[in-house]
Structure formats: structure tokens, C-alpha cells
């Protein structure tokens, strides 16, 4: 194929939207000769003069055809744009306005003072001219030396396409000084108008109200100052802070989660219903309410308060604080100067945090690594508590330094930890500029995120709706792969979402993955089967790592979070076959497995799996451990004979330990039913185990939820049964 029928085949697909993240057909050759994408799309541009003011030189790489740039009616004239980072440029593109340059010349330079030639032509006939070139520089200039008309030059665009030598896609620059977030993240400075940042607060919390399986994705993001404001997070949202320490961003206000839209019991004018609150993230912040006013924090599943710094309000309320239900969440790195009030919450699990006080209990509040947590006491407060924190890293976070330059800081691995990592010095960890990450946006080509990848970059995904044709395959150690807004993954032909090799210290972070309608075997994998390095000295690590089987959309896949790596780290995640929504249903959404463990010592910390269809959390490897877990049971089991593990066992353990593990050990443990279409289902049990001394579990329960269902016994054949008569069975420990 010549370089002319090349280029021509990639611009058909641009033109038909075959080249894209989710396109069909993934042109991989055609974009590594040249990249589809206009690096210069709002890069900085500057001028020798413009005609008037409604006409500046930002107006040619602005990305709107209806807007220009337009010189004074005199030779010469330049313009220039600065790329942020040297590229090899391998095609300018120049769309002229009636006002265009004869004769004029395009030339590259690293410092904006000593220029290359790129093109020159003493012809021009003005039009649309995309010209093939071959040069590297950080700017770029046009001269015009003879005005092909008696008017100035003026350009409705200039496009200019990178090359990295025909060795795969082109990763465009990101400047850390100045990154494209796109429209879905609102950063606020101390000069930003207040009534502007409530007003845009106040739009975000309306759109996420009760927008539970929409599309919208949003991330808020403070400077370092002090500001007042409201926060009340929506579905999709994140709120957090730009600096090193939560106590940079210091809010006067609320940052907060209501239970004020569903429906509770039969009552449909009681809406403190707190069950689905799901899907939102407040991180790095310093609040300080009102005086006098508490703070609210009424959640469930997949909403992180971490890192944060609550001052002053007397309580924090993790419910609406009246009769209303509430069924998990988590605290992480997060120092509340005064008490912390569960109330209804049915489960909790706090990680390295400092509390002024605790005051609550329902089922299952789980403490590692906590001070001002109450005292060890199961089942009745049932109150699990333990004292320092094995083994964690916190996870990485966006950070602005003090040259005003945006950074990733990669927390340090600590052992055998108490409290926050901040609130007594400095954490202990390291910065990554941003520079060194690839900005990745909805239409971003997976070629191009897997050659960043390839080439040693790392992600960072503005808050969006991601539609994969490939698997994003991470390969390298210490790769950071983080989210911002509940960046949302969705794998369209049935292959995996992400998969990581089996090296030390890779980083998935914030991030949903969401099935597609055609079967996934495995939606995220971590290490290839059979993976037997060790990497306790720099283990990979998942934090708020969540996926979505079903509810926005028909989902299908076998197992949603496979481990084959040793040492690996889960910091909070929710894995949830959909019970509610859209595409639900028994032989709609089908999920065996939630989580599939292969790998030596892995660590899971607050880990909630919900609704799948045969062993919820199957743990094959060595050395396991679980500080806390979080289950229910599929509610839509139509008949006993559907839902059977074989050998006269009824229904599938939520959580099964292979027979073949002799080690594994697990705190606060909980696994509920709600058998709502068929009560006569029954569960033989919640916890199955293999009957040795290294198997160990603390502090365990199960619940028939409003006595709807049956679990036959806790772990094995221990324990007791869970039904109408007796909702909740406790075992404290086993064996």
C-alpha cells in the first residue's frame, strides 16, 4: 500500500468513526504512520498582530471551524503555537479563510528562538491544504511573506499530527502545567467567585440526584485555599482536593450525602432510604460544617470517604438520622475530630483512621489499623477491631505543587500501621509529574492508550464513558492507572477491560468496569495464570476498584476480578452482579464468580461482592487475607434446582476457601439473603472452608434479610440457621 492509499484509509475511518476506543474497525497501521490526533488543540498561541480583538491567535486551535484568526493587512505576519513537549511532527494542516498566504513558510524550534525549516512554498492557493512533513520541535510557526490577497492571513485552523516513526500510535503530550481534564472536571482556585462554584455544585448535585445508571461523570477539584461551599454528591461524582495534605483545601461547608430520594418501606413519602446511594468519592479535603451543624454521609456500596479531614461538627451521621437504612461504606486515611454515629448502617469498615469517638452498631463495623475505635466486642455491639493495619498503600491522588504544576503522589507502602499517613507529618511516598501520563478521554483510541502504556506511561481517565474494542494491558512495574470521576470502562466484544502482567507495584485506581451484553470470562485480571514471582516487597495494589454486572445495561461475565499474582492489595472494592435496573435478571445478567483469588498472600481490605451466581469469592491461593467482607446472595434465584453446587449441598457458599488451602485467615465477615422471588430457597451455608488449623475466620454473620430465605448454617456445617425465626446467626470464631 503506497503512503498516499494509506493515508487515504485513514482518513476514511476517521470520517466514519471507525478509529476510536470503542470503533469497530481498529486501524492499527494506518494510525502508526501518522496520528489521527491534533496535538495543537488548545496548545497556547501567540501572534505577530491580530485585525481586532474578536480575532486572536487561540482561535485557530480552538477546535470550533467558526471562529479565526486574522493578522493586520501587512507582510510578514506570523503565528505560532507551543506543543508543550517536542513532537515528531509528520502532517500541519491549514484551513484558510478568503484571507490567505501566498507565499509563506512553517518552521519548528525547541525554544521559540531558533527555528527549523519544516515547508515553505512561494504558490499557496489557499483552502484546506494538509501538508506532509517530517520535523520535531515544541513550537511551531507559520510566516506569511505575500498575502495572496489584500487582506491580512487569517486561519480558521491549524492541525498539527504527530508521528512517532512509524513504531505504533502517537501518545500526545500532556502538560503538567496546563492539562485538557475535558469538560467533566470543574477545578477551583481561591479567585474563583463563590456564587460561580455554588452555582456549578448546585448543577452537578441536581443532574446526580437520582441518576443512578446514567452516563454522566464528574469530577470537582480544589486548589490548595480555603473556599465555602456545599457539596451534596451526587451518583458519579467526585469531590476532592489538589494538595499533599486533606488540610490544604480547607472548605467551610458540607461535603455530603443525603438519603432524600428513595422510596423506604411501603411509605412512598419516606424517602430515607440510604440502600442505593452507591457510585461517588469524597477524597483530600479539610470540612469545617457550619458550627453547630453535623455532617451527613448517608451511603452504601462504592462511596469512599477517604482522606479526609472532618473538623469540627460535632457528629458525623452515616445514615439520615431517623429511620432511615443504610448498608455500607468505607473510611480510609480519614482523621473525624469528634464522633463518628453509625445508626442504622448495617455494615462499616474504617481503615488507618483517627475518630474522636464511635457510636453504633448493626451487624458487621469492622476497625483495622483505627484509633478511637471502640473496643474489640462480637457480636453484641458487634464491633471488630484490630490493631494495626498489616500491610497497605494508600492510593495515589492528584496533587497541584507549588510551581503550580499538576502531579500524581504514589504513596508509600507501610507495615504494621495505625492512623492516618498525613495528620503527623508528611506522607512517605513519591510524585509522578503528570507530564509522564497519558491523558486518556472517551474518544481516545485503545491503540493509543496500550502504546502509551507500551511506551512507559501511565493513565489518567477523565471522568467518562469508555467503550473498549480491546483489552488495556498494562505490562510494566509501577504502572499508575487511576480515575477520576468514576471513569467507567465497558468492554464491547467480550474480551477482558484491563489486564496486568505479573510485575511488582502496578496501581489500578478508581475506576468502574461495567460488562458488556457479550460474555466477558474475565473483566479485569491481575497477573497471568500460573504466576508464581514474589512481590511482597512491592506488591500491585487496587484501590476503589469496582464492576458492574447488569443495571445500566445487559452485562454478561464469568468472573469479574481474577488474581494470579502473589502479594497483590485490594483497598476497597465493590463487586456487584446488578440486583436492580436495567438487563437484570437470571438468565440476563449471568455472572458466576465476583472475585477468583489464585495468587499466595493476597490482602483484601473491605471487600464487598454481592449477587453472583455460583461461589461469590472462590480463594485458591495461599496466605490469604480478608479484613472484612460484605455479601449478598442473589435475590433472583428461581428455583432451588438452578442454583445447586452439587454433592447434596444447596445453593453456593458466598465465600468458599478451597480444600486445598492450608492457610488463610479473615475478620468481620458477613453474607446475607434475600431470596424475594422463591423464600423457599435455601443456603446451605454462607463460609466454606477446608477444616484445618491454618484456616482461621473472625467474628462472623449471616442474615435472612426481613426473613426472606434461609442460610442453613454460618461457615460449614456450624452455627446456625439464618430464617424468619432467626434473622442473624453470629459465630465468633472458627475453628
Given at each position: 500500500?503506497s503512503?498516499?492509499?494509506l493515508?487515504?484509509?485513514?482518513v476514511?475511518?476517521?470520517?466514519s468513526?471507525?478509529?476510536?476506543a470503542?470503533?469497530?474497525?481498529?486501524a492499527t497501521?494506518a494510525?502508526?504512520?501518522c496520528g489521527?490526533a491534533n496535538v495543537?488543540?488548545?496548545r497556547?498561541?501567540?501572534?505577530?498582530?491580530v485585525e481586532?480583538a474578536?480575532?486572536?491567535?487561540?482561535?485557530?486551535?480552538?477546535?470550533?471551524?467558526?471562529?479565526r484568526?486574522?493578522s493586520a493587512f501587512?507582510?510578514?505576519?506570523w503565528?505560532q503555537?507551543?506543543?508543550g513537549a517536542?513532537?515528531s511532527v509528520?502532517?500541519?494542516?491549514?484551513?484558510?479563510?478568503a484571507?490567505?498566504?501566498?507565499?509563506?513558510?512553517?518552521?519548528l524550534?525547541d525554544?521559540?528562538t531558533?527555528?527549523?525549516?519544516?515547508?515553505?512554498?512561494?504558490?499557496?492557493?489557499?483552502?484546506?491544504?494538509?501538508?506532509?512533513?517530517?520535523g520535531?520541535?515544541?513550537?511551531?510557526?507559520?510566516?506569511?511573506?505575500?498575502?495572496?490577497?489584500?487582506?491580512?492571513?487569517?486561519?480558521?485552523?491549524v492541525s498539527?499530527r504527530?508521528?512517532?516513526?512509524?513504531?505504533?500510535p502517537?501518545?500526545?503530550?500532556?502538560?503538567?502545567a496546563?492539562p485538557?481534564?475535558?469538560?467533566?472536571?470543574?477545578?477551583?482556585?481561591?479567585?474563583?467567585?463563590?456564587?460561580d462554584?455554588?452555582?456549578r455544585?448546585?448543577q452537578?448535585?441536581?443532574e446526580m440526584?437520582?441518576?443512578q445508571f446514567?452516563?454522566?461523570?464528574?469530577?470537582?477539584?480544589w486548589?490548595?485555599?480555603?473556599?465555602?461551599a456545599?457539596?451534596n454528591l451526587?451518583?458519579?461524582?467526585?469531590?476532592a482536593?489538589?494538595?499533599l495534605?486533606?488540610?490544604?483545601?480547607?472548605l467551610?461547608?458540607?461535603?455530603?450525602?443525603e438519603?432524600?430520594?428513595?422510596q423506604?418501606?411501603d411509605n412512598?413519602n419516606?424517602?430515607?432510604n440510604?440502600?442505593?446511594?452507591?457510585?461517588?468519592?469524597a477524597?483530600?479535603l479539610?470540612v469545617t460544617?457550619?458550627?453547630g451543624?453535623?455532617?451527613?454521609?448517608?451511603v452504601?456500596?462504592?462511596?469512599?470517604y477517604?482522606r479526609?479531614?472532618?473538623k469540627?461538627a460535632?457528629e458525623?451521621?452515616?445514615w439520615?438520622g431517623?429511620?432511615?437504612?443504610?448498608s455500607?461504606?468505607?473510611?480510609a486515611?480519614?482523621?473525624?475530630?469528634n464522633?463518628?454515629?453509625?445508626g442504622?448502617?448495617?455494615?462499616w469498615?474504617?481503615?488507618?483512621?483517627e475518630?474522636?469517638g464511635?457510636n453504633?452498631?448493626?451487624?458487621?463495623m469492622?476497625?483495622t489499623?483505627?484509633?478511637?475505635?471502640?473496643?474489640?466486642?462480637?457480636p453484641?455491639?458487634?464491633?471488630?477491631?484490630?490493631a494495626?493495619?498489616p500491610?497497605?498503600?494508600?492510593?495515589?491522588f492528584l496533587?497541584?505543587?507549588?510551581?503550580g504544576k499538576?502531579n500524581?503522589f504514589?504513596?508509600?507502602?507501610r507495615?504494621?500501621?495505625?492512623g492516618?499517613?498525613?495528620?503527623h507529618?508528611?506522607?512517605a511516598?513519591s510524585?509522578?509529574s503528570?507530564a509522564?501520563?497519558y491523558?486518556v478521554k472517551?474518544?481516545?483510541p485503545?491503540?493509543?492508550?496500550?502504546?502509551?502504556?507500551?511506551q512507559?506511561?501511565?493513565?489518567?481517565?477523565t471522568?467518562?464513558?469508555?467503550?473498549?474494542?480491546?483489552t488495556?494491558?498494562?505490562t510494566?512495574p509501577?504502572?499508575v492507572v487511576?480515575g477520576?470521576?468514576?471513569a467507567?470502562?465497558?468492554p464491547?466484544?467480550?474480551q477482558?477491560?484491563i489486564t496486568v502482567?505479573?510485575?511488582d507495584?502496578?496501581k489500578l485506581?478508581?475506576?468502574?468496569?461495567?460488562a458488556?451484553?457479550?460474555?466477558s470470562?474475565?473483566?479485569?485480571?491481575v497477573?497471568t495464570?500460573?504466576?508464581?514471582?514474589?512481590?511482597?516487597?512491592?506488591?500491585?495494589?487496587?484501590?476503589?476498584?469496582?464492576v458492574?454486572?447488569?443495571g445500566?445495561?445487559?452485562g454478561?461475565?464469568?468472573?469479574?476480578?481474577?488474581?494470579?499474582?502473589?502479594?497483590?492489595?485490594?483497598?476497597h472494592?465493590?463487586?456487584?452482579?446488578?440486583?436492580h435496573g436495567?438487563?437484570?435478571g437470571?438468565?440476563?445478567?449471568?455472572?458466576?464468580?465476583?472475585?477468583?483469588?489464585?495468587?499466595n498472600n493476597?490482602?483484601?481490605?473491605?471487600?464487598?461482592?454481592e449477587?453472583?451466581?455460583?461461589?461469590?469469592?472462590l480463594?485458591?491461593?495461599?496466605?490469604g487475607r480478608?479484613?472484612f467482607?460484605?455479601?449478598?446472595?442473589?435475590?433472583?434465584?428461581?428455583d432451588?434446582?438452578?442454583?445447586?453446587?452439587?454433592?447434596g449441598?444447596?445453593g453456593w457458599?458466598?465465600?468458599k476457601v478451597?480444600n486445598?488451602?492450608?492457610?488463610?485467615?479473615?475478620?468481620?465477615v458477613g453474607?446475607?439473603?434475600?431470596?424475594?422471588?422463591?423464600?423457599?430457597?435455601?443456603a446451605s451455608?454462607s463460609?466454606?472452608?477446608?477444616?484445618?488449623?491454618?484456616?482461621?475466620f473472625?467474628?462472623?454473620?449471616?442474615?435472612s434479610?426481613?426473613?426472606?430465605?434461609t442460610?442453613?448454617?454460618?461457615?460449614?456445617?456450624?452455627?446456625g440457621?439464618?430464617n424468619?425465626?432467626?434473622?442473624?446467626?453470629?459465630?465468633v470464631?472458627?475453628?
Open positions: 500500500m503512503w498516499k492509499m493515508r487515504y484509509f485513514v476514511l475511518l476517521l470520517v468513526g471507525g478509529i476510536g470503542g470503533g469497530a474497525a481498529a497501521t494510525v502508526a504512520a489521527s495543537a488543540v488548545n497556547p498561541a501567540t501572534a505577530s498582530s481586532n474578536g480575532l486572536p491567535a487561540s482561535a485557530a486551535v480552538d477546535g470550533n471551524p467558526g471562529t484568526w486574522g501587512s507582510d510578514p505576519q503565528w503555537v507551543d506543543l517536542s513532537v509528520c502532517q500541519v494542516g491549514l484551513t484558510w479563510e484571507a490567505y498566504g501566498k507565499a509563506f513558510r512553517i518552521e524550534s525554544n521559540a531558533d527555528w527549523r525549516p519544516l515547508y515553505s512554498t512561494t504558490t499557496g492557493t489557499g483552502g484546506t491544504q494538509n501538508l506532509d512533513v517530517s520535531s520541535g515544541r513550537y511551531l510557526r507559520i510566516t506569511g511573506t505575500q498575502r495572496g490577497t489584500g487582506y491580512g492571513y487569517s486561519l480558521w485552523e498539527v504527530t508521528s512517532d516513526g512509524g513504531t505504533g502517537v501518545v500526545p503530550p500532556t502538560d503538567p496546563d485538557d481534564f475535558g469538560p467533566n472536571v470543574s477545578v477551583f482556585t481561591p479567585s474563583t467567585p463563590q456564587a462554584m455554588q452555582n455544585l448546585n452537578i448535585a441536581a440526584h437520582t441518576n446514567g452516563t454522566q461523570r464528574y469530577a470537582v477539584l486548589k490548595p485555599g480555603t473556599y465555602t456545599d457539596v451526587g451518583f458519579y461524582t467526585q469531590a482536593g489538589l494538595g495534605s486533606p488540610d490544604d483545601v480547607n467551610n461547608g458540607h461535603v455530603r450525602v438519603a432524600d430520594w428513595l423506604q418501606g412512598p419516606n424517602k430515607g440510604a440502600t442505593q446511594n452507591f457510585w461517588r468519592a477524597e483530600n479539610a460544617p457550619p458550627a451543624q453535623i455532617e451527613r454521609w448517608a452504601s456500596q462504592a462511596a469512599s477517604r479526609m479531614h472532618l469540627g460535632p458525623i451521621q452515616l439520615n431517623g429511620d432511615g437504612w443504610a455500607g461504606g468505607l473510611f486515611d480519614t482523621k473525624i475530630d464522633t463518628v454515629v453509625s442504622s448502617q448495617q455494615q469498615f474504617s481503615r488507618n483512621s475518630f474522636g464511635w453504633g452498631s448493626v451487624w458487621n469492622v476497625f489499623g483505627t484509633t478511637g475505635a471502640p473496643p474489640q466486642h462480637f453484641n455491639p458487634s464491633h471488630t477491631v484490630v494495626q493495619t500491610k497497605v498503600r494508600e492510593k495515589p496533587y497541584v505543587d507549588a510551581a499538576y500524581v504514589v504513596p508509600a507502602l507495615s504494621n500501621s495505625s492516618t499517613s498525613w495528620s507529618g508528611a506522607a511516598g510524585s509522578i503528570l509522564d501520563f491523558l472517551p474518544s481516545s485503545i491503540e493509543t492508550i496500550n502504546a502509551a502504556l507500551d512507559g506511561k501511565h493513565l489518567l481517565f471522568p467518562g464513558v469508555y467503550h473498549l474494542s480491546d488495556i494491558r498494562v510494566k509501577n504502572t487511576l477520576l470521576g468514576l467507567t470502562l465497558i464491547d466484544n467480550g477482558a477491560a502482567a505479573d510485575v507495584g502496578v485506581a478508581g475506576l468502574l468496569v461495567d458488556g451484553a457479550i460474555n470470562p474475565v473483566l479485569i485480571q497477573g495464570p500460573g504466576s508464581t514471582t514474589s512481590h511482597a516487597a512491592n506488591p500491585t495494589s487496587l484501590h476503589d476498584v469496582y458492574r454486572v447488569g445500566a445495561h445487559v454478561k461475565a464469568t468472573v469479574s476480578l481474577q488474581v494470579n499474582s502473589n502479594d497483590v492489595i485490594g483497598d472494592l465493590w463487586l456487584w452482579r446488578g440486583d436495567d438487563g437484570v437470571w438468565n440476563v445478567n449471568t455472572a458466576a464468580n465476583g472475585l477468583v483469588v489464585n495468587g493476597v490482602t483484601m481490605y473491605g471487600l464487598f461482592v449477587h453472583y451466581q455460583q461461589y461469590e469469592v480463594w485458591n491461593g495461599n496466605g480478608t479484613y467482607f460484605q455479601n449478598e446472595f442473589p435475590y433472583d434465584v428461581p432451588q434446582g438452578s442454583w445447586s453446587s452439587g454433592g449441598t444447596q457458599a458466598a465465600y478451597a486445598s488451602v492450608t492457610s488463610h485467615e479473615a475478620w468481620g453474607s446475607y439473603c434475600f431470596f424475594s422471588p422463591n423464600t423457599s430457597i435455601v451455608r463460609f466454606e472452608v477446608p477444616d484445618t488449623a491454618g484456616v482461621r473472625h467474628d462472623l454473620v449471616s442474615v434479610l426481613g426473613g426472606v430465605g442460610i442453613s448454617n454460618v461457615i460449614n456445617n456450624t452455627g440457621t439464618a424468619a425465626a432467626n434473622q442473624q446467626r453470629y459465630v470464631s472458627y475453628p
